[in-house]
């Protein structure tokens, strides 16, 4: 097949990247005019992927679309003992059920953003799983104790005197040999990836392969706009979040995280992005309206992103209610329901959660037909059946509910 010109796929390939390791060799590999056997690994270490792991995707498609072969490793064995990277203790391990029961997930989440179709799928448990323990030993040899340390968070967990269980510092090996294994020319990741990327070069060189090219992107930072993107921290937008929650997770995001987020999630020209988000020339609210456009877009197409939009624009613009709210069935003792019990058994979370709601205004029962507002304070408020039967209760701004009593 003829490959775009080297100049264009390095345009589309590295957009966005920080990390090339090593930039010439890229080059090279490029303008022999093959192939490229790209890999991407990701451990099915929760059941959701979220909009910051496709960054990676996103990249791992453009190789796609230049004519070069994806390979995405399912990390089935090293989900098992979790990555370490930028982690100041050890993960818990997974077990095997645990991981196969995420793993389901994944490629129908990834499916949205790689063309399923020429796509090479691989689970690492397909050679470690046939490993002697003879050949895990010849494995770690290929390493030395004072190398692992050399990494950022290995070296400060040592020196603070915090544990680093043998089986974490087998990580970045097992990882390096998922490169051996599919003959990788190109490993993606993110930054905190590079220390096992660049295992990969070396103990592909040692096994008498050409070492693969390592290219990182940005870690995103998730919607408090400070912390990396996380389930456990609870500032994701999941790539499975219906339209309308994405949409509005996104229109919740710092305004300082915009210029990012166009350039890591959305596929927009680089002018369009700095017109996009220049204040004076794009209001940040217009500039929020189409980010969080164009992501829903991505995942879920137009026309659901025309409607996530629309009802948004209702919901907090006019006033309006959401034209779909889930229904909430609740009961209700004899002496009436305290409201932050109410929270946690319709909104979820703990206790603390919800009075938190509660003191700041965030929790409000609506009139239905009147759209009448009245706002919960006081988390000891009892609440009667005939207060709450057919009332929506609005917490925070995005999330409504419509209660209906238990019999």
């Known amino acids: 097949m003829a490959f775009p010109t080297v100049d264009a796929q390095l345009e589309s390939l590295l957009r966005g990247a920080v990390d090339v390791i090593e930039r010439r060799e890229l080059v090279e590999r490029l303008r022999a005019q093959r192939p490229l056997v790209v890999k991407l690994g990701v451990d099915p270490s929760s059941s959701d992927l979220h909009i910051g792991h496709s960054v990676q995707l996103s990249r791992l498609r453009a190789f796609q679309d230049a004519g070069h072969r994806a390979a995405l490793i399912i990390g089935d064995y090293t ?5 370490p990277s930028g982690r100041n203790k050890t993960r818990p391990q997974l077990t095997p059920e645990q991981v196969e029961v995420h793993a389901r997930t994944y490629l129908e ?4 953003v790689l063309d399923l179709g020429r796509l090479e799928i691989r689970r690492n ?4 799983a046939k490993m002697a323990f003879t050949d895990v030993m010849r494995l770690c040899g290929r390493a030395t104790v004072s190398q692992m340390l050399e990494r950022e968070d290995f070296h400060s967990r040592f020196g603070g005197g915090h544990p680093i269980s043998v089986h974490e510092l087998l990580y970045p090996l097992m990882q390096a040999w998922d490169s051996v294994m599919v003959g990788a020319d190109v490993e993606l990741g ?5 220390f096992n990327l660049l295992m990969g070069r070396r103990v592909q060189e040692q096994a008498g392969q050409p070492p693969q090219v390592c290219i990182t992107g940005p870690i995103i930072a998730g919607l408090d706009g400070v912390q990396k993107m996380s389930k456990s ?5 999941a790539i499975v979040d219906p339209p309308a ?6 229109m919740s995001i710092p305004d300082a995280l915009m210029p990012s987020w166009f350039e890591n999630l959305t596929r927009e020209a680089d002018a369009r992005v700095r017109e996009l988000c220049d204040p004076v020339r794009t209001h940040p609210r217009e500039a929020k309206l189409a980010l969080a456009h164009l992501v829903t877009q991505r995942f ?3 026309q659901a992103a025309a409607q996530a939009r629309e009802a948004f624009i209702a919901t907090f613009s006019r006033g309006e209610l959401p034209a779909h709210i889930p229904q909430a069935t609740i009961s209700v003792p004899g002496d009436g329901l305290a409201a932050h019990a109410l ?4 909104h979820g979370g703990s206790g603390s959660d919800a009075r938190r709601l509660l003191q700041q205004g965030g929790v409000k029962l609506i009139q239905p037909d009147t759209q009448d507002e009245f706002t919960l304070k006081d988390e000891k408020t009892a609440l009667t059946a005939d207060e709450l039967r057919g009332r929506i209760l609005r917490v925070g701004k995005r999330h409504f509910y419509r209660l209906v009593t238990a019999s």
């Open 125 to 128: 448990g397909e050679w470690f």
């Open 109 to 112: 989440q990834a499916g949205r």
């Open 190 to 194: 993110g930054t905190d990836q590079l």
């Open 343 to 346: 929270v946690r058994a319709v």
């Open 245 to 250: 929650e994405m949409f509005g997770k996104i």
């Open 79 to 83: 989900a098992m003992v979790g990555d």
């Open 233 to 237: 921290l609870g500032n994701t937008v």
């Open 300 to 302: 879920h197409g137009q």
